[in-house]
């Protein structure tokens, strides 16, 4: 069983916003690249990264897709009171 999550993330107001967002990372731009340019969390100067973090220190919503998602996996749009999240696993332990 995973117990904590290394994840970025790109937070927008819209989900709208977030289909545009995984577009651009089809398209080949690199996670870092779109969360640099489009997300709203100060996570954004480092490429959206959140760093490593167990459970019960997220939101319901982002907390359930990260810890049921695969190392790799991006993911989204996830609502939370936040906003629209696009989520990419970047380590798991």
Known sequence: MVSKVNASHILM?????????????????????????????????????????GRGMMVKEFEEACFNSKKGQIMGPVKTQFGYHIIRIDDTQ
Request: some cysteine.
């Open 13 to 53: 107001k819209t989900e709208g916003e977030c289909y545009m967002a995984l577009k651009a990372l089809r398209e080949g731009k690199s996670f870092e690249e779109v969360a640099k340019e489009k997300s709203l969390c100060p996570s954004k100067r480092k490429g959206g990264s959140l760093g490593w973090f």
